[in-house]
């Protein structure tokens, strides 16, 4: 174990942030933090620097361990170049170098034993200078820089003329190079583009040290992270495996959550019941088993209502028109800026239904093409069409098109003259915006608050043409999975600009790639685009026409993804039939059912089927309330084992720890399979 943290609890104002917050991470873990906005993920990475105190709890990091902090926000002020500032990370290393340099330049001046003594000095200096790779460091800078999309031209760059964005990727920079033996990264994918997201996850997989990072990339985190620790309500929860496996466990423990409340629900209103009996029979032994079931009642631990995804954002995108089968045609599209080529000569089309999204690393003009299709900015040369009664929705990811006087209500008033207050109010209610929310002024709200007012804006257009430049931008995980179900089932066409790669495998049918000015495209979702980009990037580097527009590469996902979204339902037959199968039996062609022609059988068959059916539930509930039980008391243990890990005396006794170890990756092995079990037993019909 080489980070504990135990019943971190903290409240600002009259707000309780974190409740008894307890986990540990062992050495080399990469482990996530995830939660809803405001669930107190920041703060709990700050109570783990130091930055923050605790009002109750213990944060214990292992003697002797390094630690380092990348914050989402950074601050920073200096006339140093991003290449100085990324270069103070091997200072240790480059001053260790001169010291060498120096050594040898006195070589030549010194006789007798001060040379015999300056030759150990310098032989010792250069055994640790080589077991820090010290030869490597220059070139270790640059990679760095490079891998986080600075390019050489860029390190001359004076700190105060970086934007919030890029001065976080210089601080990155700078933590990944100190290689600490623990590493706390708050968003650390928020400024990267594709390529240098995927450089990061190829560092970290790589990463010798325990990692724990808070993220709502979920495609970063299934292909890093073995550990998920998730804040809910402020309390915590650990589960082992990638985001997949969270989401597939945390639907089980929500179910066996909901469950536990439910049923102790229920145990509540039966004892007031009881009571309520009691005390009507208004007798002396009556009145007092009533107060002892109302002690009982008391002494309850009752359990919180678990939280519902229903009690979360709501979304419904409807077009109020169909369009034409074409959607949208561009021919011959060209833009550049001075200095700067974007894109030449690109034609592609997009037809009725597609859900498109145009990728690419940044700065390669992917909003531009947006913007352009909106009218917002003109082409340099090119043409393009909208199709016959196309109505467009755009979302716009610096929320330009929303006014930072405006309160939100009247935002969309404004938009949406024709709404009345109580219109308003529910669809922003479904937005998460309810009571006095609904009066704070845009300039006022987070990034999170403002990409909702312009999702729900969204909403009210009733466009069949969807435009969206980075929806998922400061939505939660929570968030990001409504508005993908969302567009799932939308009827209309979608065509997107999006870093979010889960998001992105979820919803796409067709992926536009923007690479060396070229649109190359693929028939498929992200994972198609996965496979077949590396030989298709390698065929455009080959041509020398750099026009077109581009490749076209069609897989089995990208069809699949195309069917899933047609409605097509595989049940057929006539309404008689139906009704037949319904009854038992089946259509004998002269308007009566055979199930008919066996009723004076059917009281036995009735009956006898009731006590198999009431058995097997019975046998169902025993092996249900056993798994639980089992898991139940195995947590319990778990929890005993972090205990003990925490006292001194246990710290000290390696055996003991081994011990402990062993029993509780047993106990987590038999918990996976209780878990599986408990699934499989909850589903049965």
């Known amino acids: 174990m080489i980070l504990s943290c135990q019943n971190i609890s903290k409240t600002f104002g009259s707000e309780e942030i974190l409740k008894d917050v307890s986990f540990h991470i062992e050495e080399r873990d990469k482990a996530a933090l995830i939660g809803v906005n405001g669930a107190g993920k920041s703060t709990l990475l700050r109570i783990i620097t130091g930055a923050l105190s605790p009002d109750t709890g213990e944060v214990t990091v292992t003697h002797g361990k390094t630690m380092g902090y990348l914050a989402q926000y950074q601050d920073m002020e200096s006339d140093e170049t991003i290449y100085q500032e990324v270069r103070k990370a091997k200072q240790d290393i480059l001053d260790m170098e001169q010291r060498l340099r120096e050594m040898e330049r006195r070589m030549d001046t010194v006789t007798g034993e001060e040379a015999a003594s300056l030759m150990n000095r310098y032989t010792e200096l250069m055994h640790e200078f080589e077991l820090q790779n010290g030869y490597a460091a220059e070139s270790e800078i640059t990679g760095v820089l490079k891998g986080l999309g600075f390019e050489e031209k860029d390190f001359d760059r004076r700190l105060g003329s970086l934007s919030g964005g890029q001065k976080t990727r210089v601080v990155l920079g700078k933590l990944l190079l100190t290689k600490p033996d623990i590493l706390l990264l708050d968003e650390p994918t928020n400024h990267l583009d594709l390529s240098s997201i995927e450089w990061l996850e190829n560092f970290l997989i790589n990463y010798p040290g325990t990692v724990l990072i808070v993220s709502h990339d979920r495609y970063f985190l299934n292909r890093i992270v073995t550990r998920v620790i998730e804040i809910e309500n402020g309390r915590s929860m650990s589960f082992e495996g990638n985001y997949n496996e969270y989401s597939r466990k945390k639907s089980i423990v929500r179910k066996a959550q909901y469950n536990a409340w439910a049923k102790q629900q229920a145990e509540i209103r039966h004892q007031e019941a009881v009571i309520t009996k009691l005390k009507q029979f208004n007798r002396e032994k009556s009145i007092k088993r009533a107060e002892s079931r109302e002690k009982m009642l008391d ?332 898991i139940e008391k195995l947590e319990a243990r778990n929890k005993e084992i972090d205990g003990e890990f925490l006292k001194p005396e246990t710290g000290t006794d390696l055996q003991k720890c081994q011990e402990l170890a062993k029993e509780q990756n047993e106990n987590n092995d038999r918990l996976q399979e209780l878990y599986e079990e408990w699934e499989t037993a909850s589903d049965e019909d």
Request: a negative charge.
């Open 299 to 630: 002494r309850m631990e009752v359990l919180e209502k678990p939280q519902e995804v229903s009690a979360d954002m709501r979304i419904e995108l409807k077009p109020r028109t169909e369009s034409g089968k074409d959607v949208l045609t561009v021919t011959g599209l060209s833009k550049a800026f001075p200095g700067l080529l974007l894109f030449q000569d690109q034609s592609f089309e997009i037809k009725r239904g597609e859900r498109v999204a145009i990728i690419g690393d940044n700065g390669t003009g992917k909003s531009t093409i947006l913007k352009m299709i909106n009218g917002l900015l003109t082409p340099d040369e090119g043409k393009i069409t909208l199709g016959s009664k196309v109505h467009i929705g755009y979302y716009d990811q610096e929320q330009q098109l929303l006014d930072p006087e405006k309160t939100i209500f009247q935002q969309i008033s404004d938009d949406y003259p024709t709404l009345t207050e109580t219109e308003i109010r529910n669809v922003l209610a479904a937005f998460l915006f309810t009571g006095d929310d609904v009066y704070k002024k845009i300039s006022s709200i987070s990034g999170g608050e403002r990409g909702r007012v312009s999702l729900a804006r969204l909403m009210l257009s009733e466009a069949n043409f969807l435009i969206l430049d980075e929806p998922t931008n400061h939505l939660d995980i929570i968030s990001k999975e409504i508005l993908e179900d969302a567009l799932n089932e939308y009827t209309g066409t979608v065509l997107y600009v999006s870093h979010d790669r889960y998001f992105i495998n979820q919803t796409a049918t067709r992926i536009l790639e923007l690479t060396h000015h070229t649109l190359v495209n693929y028939i498929g979702n992200y994972d198609y685009y996965m496979e077949k980009k590396e030989e298709l990037t390698k065929a455009y580097a080959l041509s020398s026409s750099g026009a077109g527009a581009g490749g076209n590469v069609s897989g089995a996902s990208g069809k699949t993804k195309a069917a899933a979204g047609t409605g097509i339902s595989s049940s057929s037959g006539s309404g008689s039939d139906a009704s037949a199968i319904a009854a038992g039996g089946t259509n004998n062609g002269n308007g009566t059912s055979d199930a008919a022609s066996e009723s004076s059988g059917s009281g036995k068959m009735d009956w006898k089927a009731q006590k198999e059916e009431q058995a097997r539930l019975r046998k169902k509930e025993n092996r249900i309330r056993k798994i639980e039980e089992e």
